[in-house]
T-cell receptor, first 116, second 109 residues
Framework: EPEVTQTPSHQVTQMGQEVILRCVPISNHLYFYWYRQILGQKVEFLVSFYNNEISEKSEIFDDQFSVERPDGSNFTLKIRSTKLEDSAMYFC??????????????FGAGSRLTVL | DAKTTQPPSMDCAEGRAANLPCNHS???????VYWYRQIHSQGPQYIIHGLKNNETNEMASLIITEDRKSSTLILPHATLRDTAVYYCIVRYGANNLFFGTGTRLTVIP
């Protein structure tokens, strides 16, 4: 069973529409992270979220993006008005339990977003 | 975070050891070296990490030089399923990681 489950696996949307991507960690983590990967490019950090607050964000994470923990168990990434350049794989990550001395992340399988 | 330098690509024969180098000459004393890999479009997968000592787990070995300015990830018996992009990341503290372009390892039958 994966430590992190992401839904949807693939979403196609029209430019300007709102999109919500979901992430459900198997353990009750306080930390979670969102990354994205545009096709053929490197994995880019978007935002980290700790205890219901954003702890760090990149310059990519502008006002069109938001993160929430709506019900205490799952985490969401919302894109308010999608643009063509938001087409990418979006990965959620949480710390691995039981790893001492450093912080190691486990990633979900990703949500592929296609903006038309 | 210290910058890392990796070769863009490498080939390895199936069944042989794959040795993936990483230079991190500006690493500071409290920064860990992490290795992740990404198979096709899947999420990055943690492989191993270390601080000073060499490390081994069921997936790989990590050899860190005494001055900590470089490291080598060793996959002892590469299989076709090890074909992936391998990322060497140096990071201290907070969990978020910053990925470079990595090394694309191709295991050849």
């Amino acid at each position: 069973e994966p430590e992190v489950t992401q839904t949807p696996s693939h979403q196609v949307t029209q430019m300007g529409q709102e999109v919500i991507l979901r992430c459900v960690p198997i353990s009750n983590h306080l930390y979670f992270y969102w990354y994205r990967q545009i096709l053929g490019q490197k994995v880019e950090f978007l935002v980290s979220f700790y205890n219901n607050e954003i702890s760090e964000k990149s310059e990519i994470f502008d006002d069109q993006f938001s993160v929430e923990r709506p019900d205490g168990s799952n985490f969401t990434l919302k894109i308010r008005s999608t643009k063509l350049e938001d087409s990418a794989m979006y990965f959620c990550a949480t710390p691995v339990s039981g790893v001492s001395g450093a912080n190691v992340l486990t990633f979900g399988a990703g949500s592929r977003l296609t903006v038309l | 975070d210290a910058k890392t330098t990796q070769p863009p690509s490498m080939d390895c024969a199936e069944g042989r050891a794959a040795n993936l180098p990483c230079n991190h000459s500006t690493i500071s004393g409290n920064e860990y070296v992490y290795w992740y890999r990404q198979i096709h479009s899947q999420g990055p997968q943690y492989i191993i990490h270390g601080l000073k000592n060499n490390e081994t787990n069921e997936m790989a070995s990590l050899i860190i030089t005494e001055d900590r300015k470089s490291s080598t990830l060793i996959l002892p018996h590469a299989t076709l399923r090890d074909t992936a992009v391998y990322y060497c990341i140096v990071r201290y503290g907070a969990n978020n990681l910053f990925f470079g372009t990595g090394t694309r390892l191709t295991v050849i039958p």
